[in-house]
């Protein structure tokens, strides 16, 4: 059966240098704690692996502190700094993903005071509705860079300056960022920022946080002592080695990526567009590698099971509220009907996605969607 994979957003496959080098550092017996020589022959290529994250992302390699990814990053950000602290305001957006919303809440329901601030129609969060709402008490500001169902771009760096000038500290979760639009934390001047592997084409339950130089964070797990006392845990030297990799590859071939995502993703907004009833969601601005339709009038549920009937693998709203079919908060956010963002798929593209799988998977779309509209 022919088959499209465009679930990217979701995950997206290791590639072949990261598969190479994953197997290359798995066969290193020693623990990178571990003083003897076994153990520094680990160390050294975890060192490696550090170095290629840091470059890739603008940051010096005692700033990463590797993780198991973008839901470690997100939570350790938002529940470790309210821990130097008992009480205080943060700042995050409707739109977040849930690694960020869950913690925020958690904090509202420990008596911190949390302001979810609404897109506009654009998806966009501006600087004068972030200067509103700050306070003396804001500690925290989050605000991802590219949302994962809508593709919006936030402009982060300017974002920053605004927190930074009330005195807040600024985190983004620039988790489908890297390979797909220039990534330099330094340029952003932020103070924390999220990244995960399994979106570049490393492996699946690595990350890391960037943590600007001198800024206190506690560690949000304790134990052995890792990661500068940040992250304990005995490392994934093999993980982290093959993120590094593929973290590379995917930052040098960024601009040709780019191009390709942006082509394919016209390819695929002029076949749905040609449908019936079928509205686009996703921002023209926004990253090319999301595509985000409506099908007005369909059953979301059916429409994904009819899809992958057809071999065309995509997520309802975003994959983690794909398991219960609740309508998507990003995009109710937006204004979107519950029945309509019920109605809603993702495709999402990668850097090896083939015109031919486009094809596929908009002959299989209109196909899917014939049988999912109950009074058609
Ligand atoms: N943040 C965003 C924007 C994401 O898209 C995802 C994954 O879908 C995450 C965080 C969670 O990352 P991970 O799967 O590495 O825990």
């Not at 998806?123 to 804001?138: C, E, K, S």
């Not at 993980?239 to 990799?245: E, F, I, N, T």
């Not at 509205?279 to 009819?306: C, F, Q, R, W, Y």
């Not at 990003?330 to 798929?345: D, H, M, N, P, Q």
Request: net charge negative; aromatic share 4%; with cysteine.
């Amino acid at each position: 059966m022919t088959e499209a994979y465009l679930d990217h957003a979701a995950t997206t496959p290791m590639t072949p240098a990261a598969l190479a080098a994953y197997a290359r550092a798995a066969e290193l017996a020693g623990n990178a704690a571990s003083v003897h020589r076994a153990g520094q022959r680990a160390r050294e290529v975890l060192e490696e692996g550090r170095s290629l994250l840091a470059a890739s992302i603008g940051a010096r390699p005692l700033e990463v502190t590797l993780n198991a990814g973008g839901t470690e990053g997100d939570n350790h950000v938002v529940l470790g700094l309210s821990a130097l602290r008992s009480s205080g305001h943060i700042i995050t957006t409707q739109i977040e993903h849930s690694a960020v919303l869950a913690p925020a809440r958690t904090l509202a329901a420990r008596g911190f005071e949390v302001t979810f601030l609404a897109p506009d129609a654009q998806g966009r969060i501006t600087g004068a509705q972030l200067r509103d709402a700050l306070r003396p008490d804001t500690f925290l500001v989050s605000i991802h860079h590219v949302n994962n169902e809508i593709g919006v771009v936030q402009d982060v760096a300017a974002l920053a300056k605004v927190a930074h000038e009330a005195g807040a500290l600024f985190h983004t979760d620039a988790v489908q960022s890297l390979g797909v639009l220039p990534v330099d934390v330094q340029a952003w001047n932020v103070d924390f920022a999220t990244f995960s592997a399994h979106k570049w084409g490393g492996p699946k339950g690595v990350g890391l946080l960037y943590v600007r130089r001198g800024l206190e964070l506690p560690p949000l797990l304790l134990g052995g002592g890792q990661e500068q006392g940040l992250r304990a845990g005995t490392h994934n030297v093999a993980g982290v080695y093959a993120a590094g990799v593929a973290a590379q590859d995917a930052a040098s071939a960024q601009p040709q990526t780019h191009a390709h995502l942006r082509r394919l993703r016209a390819l695929l907004e002029a076949g749905l567009r040609s449908l019936p009833d079928v509205t686009l969601n996703h921002l023209a601005g926004g990253s090319p590698k999301i595509v985000s339709v409506t099908a007005h009038g369909a059953d979301g549920e059916a429409l994904l099971m009819n899809l992958d009937l057809e071999g065309v693998y995509a997520s309802a709203g975003s994959a983690c509220s794909a398991g219960t079919m609740q309508p998507s908060h990003v995009l109710t956010a937006l204004g979107l009907e519950e029945a309509a963002a019920r109605a809603s798929v993702r495709f999402s593209l990668g850097r090896f996605t083939t015109e031919l799988e486009v094809d596929h998977a908009v002959r299989g779309y209109a196909r899917a969607l014939q049988r999912s509209r109950p009074f058609a």
